[in-house]
């Protein structure tokens, strides 16, 4: 008996087991290593312990002491880890702007034996505490600067949490921005997606075929000709201009394409299969006698819909939503392409951090921060929407 | 039916990573990655062919869109999957200091003096010179802008203008504009005073500004006569004129000039034939040839002077062409990219 | 002045060249239980959804009360509809499910709740009134799909195979109460099913469909003895059919010549011309089995089979030139397989039907 059921305890652990590895290797480790990234800080603290006890007694407004310059002498030439110096010197050029120059510099000049014991006689940069505050700000292994920095934040002077000087950095007002793109694309989206669900769901044979394959189109075809798709339609002399403008129903073209308006009608576009697919699916479970049942019953068409199609598919627009909702946030390509220069999201920047600059800290910063906002919105969704949709459970 | 068909998908995949996973590791063969487009068409008959031809090997090829990060983790994920890379100046500078590319036998290429001087580095040969700089449609405006100053020039040449989004390049664009002397562009960019000078430059365009950033994009935007005048490649302007006979002019004066280099990504594993494929790229005679199929200008000067002059006029190596050229100051961008992205990103977004 | 509640009249459907509902002149009495009874794809259905307003007519025209209603939308009908799957709102509870018709009414929600206590109390569902139908075991959803079509109390209540998915003894007891409902509400019922002991337990008349046209509309009694054509005779229950031609008439009773011989005593209910092809029918259970060969309507048989029913025997005959049943008590004489027997039956229980 025991055995029996150990057996079958055993047969459905194995079971999950690949469920449970791919979770495992593909989720949750990267998240690990995301959450590592975002806060580890120990690039340049690894290669200068000896600058490290050398600063630490320095008020960070007084030229730099000569043990300072000795110690760092010491410990670059102690630096055999070319990968290991190089993130170093990524991690403080993006705390001083021409760290990277400097370093270039100072690295073969230490290669020869005949520097020292100053470096400020191999760049007078040296002379200025702010590279050494870069370096003294840089030797906690943790740091919270990168998430801070996510969200437009920083530790001023007194190590109290601040806002960064305007115009130095615009990551709340582009997450703000992707939030919003996000939820206007969805509620289009529903807007056009559910009636056309329910008509695929309504039409038979070649007729549904056809307007499956019409809303999948999207998703077959290449970004770039999408995007060529949308230049001709929406651009001043497009296709839409002409018409309305051949129609007498506008006077000059409207704006259509690399503005809001651009953006959104694109991503409306790409993003509809999410919504249809699941609203249609949800509706062929529908029973197709309850609306009959419903008029039978006295109701007239239109509040048949309203309380028994609608709260019956609601699962199907919850889901959608969501759906569209959730791969709209990570949207930057078709953003960049037909929009303008207002309408760049947040992951164009996580984009910019991890493949242009390599600095994998910020990119990881800014991907918890969308994650967590993220999950935020979805708790609140999901209470918002469980509310709503308790009737729609079957 | 669209379940069934992924159904089958999922299937043929998982047979494919099967078959995969089971096969012994093969030897991958030589792979080379350019930037696509017409380029690495013309690097292929001018290179790619002639070189496995040559050697009787055989060459892969991949394109990519820069970027350094993708470099940096392909070398730390353990043996690239990729050898030969053109990368742009920054990233030789970057990724040679950062230990991320094997050194260069120069033994192979030849003697340095033969090169320009931004085609040599410890890591990398000059595999082209382009030039980034004004272009407009000669049909549209018969007398066209000739400087950086027309484009600012709303009323002369009304219309819609496009930059490539970023600060580089567009800042040299705004200060040049602006009238800032060549000799001194970095200088001034070098001062804080400088970049607010240059932002302040940017909102005089005001809404008539847009922002591409695909290479492809600004050639559309011409031929579309979306924007009156954009910055371009130069090799992408005679490009399509060539192909489809439009009549786009690119504006030598204040065009800023920038050297793509070839590397060898560390660990890889082809680094031999890599090497050999450098020293035949860098060769006269087809560099001779990849000039003839697009208007790059060449590392080697010994192919420089090999061109036909008609073909040399429009090459940014062109002695002509360089003395109105900026050269781009690597250094300067390798300090200040990252926070004058991020500036540029705080500015896009208040406006 | 109106002596009908429905009539259709010419009522015509098709489906581009198919013609699933063929001229149809019917008309149903307030107050009856009219069963539409047919084979699978006869148009049963599709003459209910036309009276719902499901459908529309392709031509004719359909009254009620005397009123042309073909152009009255459906949910103006005022028409309780039970559907064969039960059509309950599977996102509302057994009382919202109820007293759905009565808020689209308009009714207030203290009489509202009144209702649907009723009508739940009246299919015994009281204490379920809070579960969601796939909750509910089958007969239960079908009892709260019948509170539902009868809560706003219409006039008409059309029912389309609404016992079709229940076990036969939930199905016996359904068809009890919906009769008994029937009878106390004083409602018109139109109720389609293919079970013809449904149609003939439940009905005050039966109209047996084909293909489209009715083949005979009656009551119980008379379409099961009095079948008018073969297809209602064999659609019906189980019957002998034995082809002949009238010989001429004795006494009130018509002889016919049967092909395979031998003479039969009808006590039919038309005159019948000398020479005219008939087909005279019998129903098992008034075939009587004996050794000794009967003085009328005697057929000479052997047994092929003798079949236990539980309830009855049923024994399978070989005739000169035709196969017969009988069903008899399983009491009586069981006939081994080969015995040679006859086959008898009264005269009043035989019925001619003019093929
Ligand atoms: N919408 C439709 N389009 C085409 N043909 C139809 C349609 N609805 C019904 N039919 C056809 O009409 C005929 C009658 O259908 P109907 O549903 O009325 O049959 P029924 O008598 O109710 O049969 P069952 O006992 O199987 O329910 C069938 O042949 C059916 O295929
Ligand atoms: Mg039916």
Known sequence: MTARLWNRKTRAALLILPLALFIGIFFVWPLGIMVKQSVLDDAVLHLLPRTTEAIAGWD??????????????????????????????????????????????????????????????????????????????????????????????????????????DGASANRTIFIRTFWIAAVV???????????????????????????????????????????????LLQEQGLINGFLLSMGAISSPLPLIFNRTGVVIAMTHVLLPLMVLPIYSVLLTIPTNLMPAATSLGAHPLR????VLLPLSLRGVISGALLVFMTAVGYYITPALVGGAGDQMISSVI??????????????????????????????YVQLSGRTSVNGRM | ????????????????????????????????????????DAQREAYFKPFAEKEGTKVLEDSWDGGYGVLQSKVSAGTPNWDLVQVEAEELVLGCADGIYEKLDWEQIGPKEDFLDESVSDCGVGALTSSTGLAYDSEKWPDGPKSWADFWDLKKYPGKRALRKGPKYTIEFALLADGVKREELYEVMSTPEGIDRAFKKLEELGPNLIWWEAGAQPIQLLASGEVAMTASYNGRIANVNKKEGKKFVFVWPGNVTATDS????KGSENKAAAMKAIAFMSQPEPEVKMAELITYGLPSKKAAAMVPAEISKDLPTDPKNLAEAVPLNIEFWIDNNESLTKRFNAWLAAR | MVDYHIRLDGVTKTFGALRVVDNLRLDIVRGEFLSLLGPSGSGKTTILMMLAGFQDATEGTIYVDGH???????????????????????????????????????VGRAEIDARVNRALDMVQLAALSERRPAQLSGGQQQRVALARALVFEPGVVLMDEPLGALDK????????????????????????????????????????????????????????????????????????????????????????????????????RAEFDAGRRVLATVRPEKVELSEAPAAINSIPVAVTDSIYQGDHLRVQLQGPGQRLVARRDRRAAEWTPGAKINATFAPEDCWVIVP
Request: glycine fraction near 6%; aromatic fraction near 8%.
């Open chain 1, 60 to 165: 960070r407004t007084a030229p730099p002491t000569e043990a300072m310059q000795a110690a760092l002498i010491a410990d670059l030439r102690a630096a055999d880890d070319e990968k290991a110096v190089g993130d170093m010197v990524r991690r403080l050029n993006s705390a001083q702007s021409g760290y990277r120059t400097l370093m270039t510099k100072t690295l073969s000049a230490v290669a020869k034996p005949e520097t020292g014991p100053l470096l400020t006689d191999v760049d007078k940069r040296w002379a200025q505490p702010a590279f050494w505050i870069a370096i003294a700000d840089a030797l906690e292994p943790m740091t919270d600067r990168y998430l801070l920095a996510a969200v437009d934040l920083e530790r001023n002077k007194a190590g109290e949490i601040a806002g960064l000087p």
């Open chain 1, 186 to 232: 969805t509620f289009f989206c529903v807007l056009i997606g559910y009636p056309y669900a329910l008509l695929t769901a309504a039409s038979t044979g070649i007729t549904r075929t056809i307007l499956l394959t019409a809303v999948l189109l999207p998703l077959w075809t290449s970004l770039l000709v999408r995007t060529a798709a949308w230049f001709i």
């Open chain 1, 304 to 307: 048949a819909f309203l309380h």
């Open chain 1, 351 to 380: 984009a910019f951090y991890s493949t242009q600059t390599a600095n994998w800290s910020m990119a990881s910063a800014l991907g918890i921060v969308l994650l967590v906002i993220t999950l935020i919105l979805y708790v609140v």
């Open chain 2, 1 to 40: 039916m669209t379940t069934k068909y992924a159904l089958r998908r999922l299937g043929f995949v998982s047979a494919a990573v099967v078959a995969i996973a089971t096969t012994p590791a093969l030897a991958r063969d030589l792979t080379i990655v350019g930037w696509g487009g017409a380029t690495q």
């Open chain 2, 262 to 265: 070839w590397v060898i990504l």
């Open chain 3, 68 to 106: 042309m209603i073909n152009d009255i939308p459906s949910h103006r009908r005022n028409m309780g509809v039970v559907f064969q799957s039960y059509a309950l709102f599977p996102h509302m509870t057994v009382a919202q499910n109820v007293a759905f018709p009565l808020k689209m009414r308009g």
């Open chain 3, 169 to 268: 003894q939930l199905r016996e007891q359904m068809q009890l109460d919906i009769r008994e409902l029937h009878g106390r509400l004083g409602l018109t019922i139109v109720f389609v099913t293919h079970d013809q002991s449904e149609a003939l337990t439940m009905s005050d008349r039966i109209a047996v469909f084909n293909k489209g046209l009715i083949e005979q509309i009656d009551t119980p009694r008379m379409i099961y003895d009095h079948p008018a054509t073969r297809f209602v005779a064999e659609f019906i229950g189980e019957t002998n059919l034995m082809e002949g031609e009238i010989a001429g008439r004795e006494g009130g009773e018509a002889l016919i010549r049967l092909d395979s011989g031998g003479m039969l005593r009808v006590r039919d």
